[in-house]
């Protein structure tokens, strides 16, 4: 069974620039989660959605961060426009549901850098 | 708020070395807690977990077990191999959370021959 997959791995941009990075997270996965890991640090929470809805998005800075999950399976998140300090690791993650402590399986991450 | 703390690292050990990586953490009610690893180019995963207090959750020679009273959840393998060398993190998921993981910084380890 495939785990959870992400692209790209790795992206370079000069700030102000947009960058969007994409998830598909493990087939029959409801939940799913986006992590900013900064160097040095353990990841952090930005938004977890529960099918198509987000329903925890209190992490996420909603000035130049987005994300969506239209169909409910794979999902999308977006920076417009890129600062020097989010340089970091973009981690996906996903698990059958948020109830239970579900096991939260990760994808090998996107590491932006934004020059 | 919830927090986790671990020992700093990098932490270099001897092959069959015993290990020891310490983590504490603060939370409200009976959190769940787990040890992720990660390993150099992968993702993080899932190394062990203790949903309630003593618990002992085990993978691979590693061992941790859920400490109420000293709010301690410590990762501990008694011999060590150079490719258990990573980044170990250990995390928290509070009651009532949503599945939310708290995660520590991180420990590195490095098993040398």
């Known amino acids: 069974e495939a785990g959870v997959v992400q692209s790209p791995r790795y992206k370079i941009i000069e700030k102000k620039q947009p960058v969007a990075f994409w998830c598909n997270p493990i087939s029959g996965h409801n939940t799913l989660y986006w992590y900013l890991q900064n160097l040095g640090q353990g990841p952090e929470l930005l938004i977890r959605y529960e099918n198509e809805e987000a329903v925890d998005d209190s992490q996420l800075p909603k000035d130049r961060f987005s994300a969506e999950r239209l169909k409910g399976v794979d999902s999308t998140l977006k920076i417009q426009p890129a600062e020097l300090g989010d340089s970091a690791v973009y981690l996906c993650a996903s698990s059958l549901s948020w109830t239970g402590r579900n096991e939260q399986f990760f994808g090998p991450g996107t590491r932006l850098t934004v020059l | ?98 599945n939310k993981l708290t995660f520590g910084t991180g420990t590195q380890l490095k098993v040398e021959l």
Not at chain 2, 9 to 28: D, K
Request: aromatic share 12%; charged share 20%; net charge negative.
């Open chain 2, 1 to 98: 708020g919830d927090s986790v703390t671990q020992m700093e690292g990098p932490v270099t050990l001897s092959e069959e070395a015993f290990l020891t990586i310490n983590c504490t953490y603060t939370a409200t009610g009976y959190p769940s807690l787990f040890w992720y690893v990660q390993y150099p180019g992968e993702g993080l995963q899932l190394l062990l977990k203790a949903t309630k207090a003593d618990d002992k959750g085990s993978n691979k020679g590693f061992e941790a077990t859920y400490r109420k009273e000293t709010t301690s959840f410590h990762l501990e393998k008694g011999s060590v191999q150079v490719s258990d060398s990573a980044v170990y993190f250990c995390a928290l998921a509070a009651t009532g959370g949503g």
